[in-house]
């Protein structure tokens, strides 16, 4: 009982985390380009990796294509472009609707789904289509309430919760292709690889588009990111996968609504944002949705 409690307490601690990143640290680095700051994420926790899990090199030339080409694939889309999306979305905002925008960022597990039913054949749960229907229906009202898309300057919110979307499907997808990883490899090499091939994609790209300027990084700045390095790069991870080995998948998927409540109070606490009751009403609604499609897929 006591393993279970502590797995528990590891699970509900990785997303508080992951909802103070989203809500307090990630968005303060809102004077640096997107891309520069998702290229900072993967590489200062890869160079931290390197300290204690060095053995990993020992598979770099062992891989077969296919392993080449799904850590690619699990890199492109779980590394950088979903946090390329998801950092893009924040910064729009500006300190605005955070919660919103995390939020609708929860979806993926709806994407992950629905790509695993196609591209891996696993058979759709019960009444997939129709929580699914309710999730995305909800997800409208949470970003917009009762009021039509607003397209007329100031805070876009609507371009923010479409890069939320994109950054859903491209984790979800992540999901999948991380599937085939974990089939031949352990978590350990799985996340060092996604941050190795990450930190490559991301460093061609800052330097193809010319937006690698590390003088634009303000002392702040850099303690920023090493604080995101240390919590949400490496220490939530291990973290919840420490409490994934000690509960049920099911009891999980319970733990990690847990995720929302913080993302709201946090926002509120930091920013004083606080959502509607329409907006209160839809995230409680999508949470459910979700909670219902990851429970029955996972049964």
């Known amino acids: 009982m006591q393993k279970i ?27 640096l380009d997107a891309a520069l700051v998702v290229f900072m994420f993967h590489l200062i926790p890869f160079l931290l990796m390197n ?17 080449y ?40 597990p709806l994407f992950a789904i629905f790509l695993a039913i196609i591209l891996l054949g696993e058979k759709m749960g019960r009444n997939f289509l129709s929580w699914a229907f309710l999730a995305v229906f909800s997800g409208y009202f949470l970003t917009f309430g009762f009021s039509l ?74 303690i920023m990111f090493l604080v995101i390095a240390l919590l949400t790069g490496i220490g939530s991870i291990f973290l919840y996968y420490h409490g994934l080995n000690k509960v049920k998948a099911s009891v999980s998927s319970i733990l990690e609504l847990s995720f929302p409540v913080f993302a709201v109070l946090l926002d509120y606490v930091f920013n004083k944002n606080l959502l509607s009751p329409v907006q209160l009403a839809a995230a409680a609604v999508m949470t459910l949705a979700i909670f219902k499609i990851t429970r029955q897929q996972k049964a």
Do not use: E, H
Not at 6 to 15: H, P, Y
Not at 90 to 104: C, E, R, T
Not at 177 to 188: D, W
């Open 149 to 222: 898309p607003n397209l007329s300057g100031g805070v876009n919110v609507l371009y923010a919760a479409l890069y939320a979307l994109l950054a859903a499907f491209a984790f979800g997808s992540a999901t999948v292709f991380g599937k085939k990883v974990l089939t031949k490899y352990n978590f350990k090499t799985a996340t060092f690889y996604r941050f190795f091939f990450t930190t490559i994609i991301m460093l061609i790209y800052v330097l193809v588009t010319d937006k690698i300027n590390f003088g634009n990084i303000t002392q702040t700045n850099w």
């Open 69 to 108: 080409f799904y850590f690619f694939l699990v890199a492109l889309f779980g590394g950088a472009l979903g946090t390329l999306a998801i950092v893009k979305a924040l910064f729009l905002v500006n300190f605005q609707q955070l919660s919103v925008i995390l939020l609708l960022q929860k979806l993926q």
């Open 51 to 67: 300290s204690f899990l060095f053995c990993q090199y020992k598979y770099l030339f062992k891989f077969s294509n296919p392993d």
């Open 5 to 31: 409690i502590l797995g528990a307490i590891s699970i509900v601690a990785a997303a508080a985390i992951w909802a103070f990143d989203g809500i307090f640290l990630t968005p303060r680095l809102f004077n």
